[in-house]
């Protein structure tokens, strides 16, 4: 069974870039999609985007602008940065976990079948 | 963006309760949904995914129904181990999830 480690600051100063790293255990990183999903406090989640291994990313529209995920194939690890952060990046970012599924003959990204336990990312000054 | 609506957003129940959870998009989405649980402190679970697809490992007890706009998650007989908050997802444009559903003892 994959298991998923998110890692990084705890505490971002506002207008910084705010890094995460999740470390892929268990499993190979060269397969499958590798997403990430945060929670603010008292709020739903919301997916801020993903990589396939192959380097193929997709984003969230509303923060495509600031973020990026990339994976490193030789750590087995793929990371986050979200740049010009302020206090409404605050909160508990999750890594996950997606395979592929085939749903009206159509082979599309699937659901997200194993996550991290999550890390909290306070943005202040 | 197609939003996802939960109701209720709290359920009280008993041990051996059946619940239902419904989650309503704004625009058809076949039948590309999920369900999750997530608890404090743990990594969220897939339950449910492709609307009726119970995850390996899922206890049967949990089964989900659906397509296009509406779909539900249903506990047959709520565990103790089954309090928790539950979230829909889509995933057939970008990926949105629902504001969840907290199942809290009665």
């Known amino acids: 069974q994959v298991q998923l480690q998110e890692s990084g600051p705890g505490l971002v100063k506002p207008s910084e870039t705010l890094s995460l790293t999740c470390t892929v255990l268990?499993?190979?990183?060269?397969?499958?999609?590798w997403s990430w999903i945060r929670q603010p406090p008292g709020k739903g989640l919301e997916w801020i985007g993903y990589?396939?291994?192959?380097?193929?990313?997709d984003y969230n529209p509303s923060l495509r602008s600031r973020v990026s995920i990339s994976v490193d194939t030789s750590k087995n690890q793929f990371s986050l940065k979200v740049r010009s952060v302020t206090a409404a990046d605050t909160a508990v970012y999750y890594c996950?976990?997606?395979?592929?599924?085939?749903?009206?003959?159509?082979?599309?990204?699937?659901?997200?079948?194993?996550w991290g336990r999550g890390t909290l990312v306070t943005v202040s000054s | 963006d197609i939003q996802m609506t939960q109701s209720p957003s709290t359920l009280s129940a008993s041990v051996g309760d059946r619940v239902t959870i419904t989650c309503r998009a704004s625009q058809t989405i076949s039948n590309w949904l999920a369900w999750y649980q997530l608890k404090p402190g743990k990594a969220p679970k897939l339950l449910i995914y492709k609307a009726s697809t119970l995850e390996s490992g899922v206890p049967s007890r949990f089964s989900g129904s659906g397509s296009g706009t509406e779909f539900t998650l249903t506990i047959s007989s709520l565990q103790p181990d089954d309090f928790a908050t539950y979230s829909c997802q889509q995933y057939y444009s970008y990926r949105t999830f629902g504001l969840g559903t907290k199942v809290e003892i009665k």
């Open positions: 996950a976990k997606g395979g592929d599924e085939f749903h009206d003959g159509q082979l599309r990204p699937g659901a997200f079948d194993n």
């Open positions: 268990g499993g190979s990183i060269n397969s499958d999609y």
């Open positions: 990589s396939y291994y192959s380097g193929r990313t």
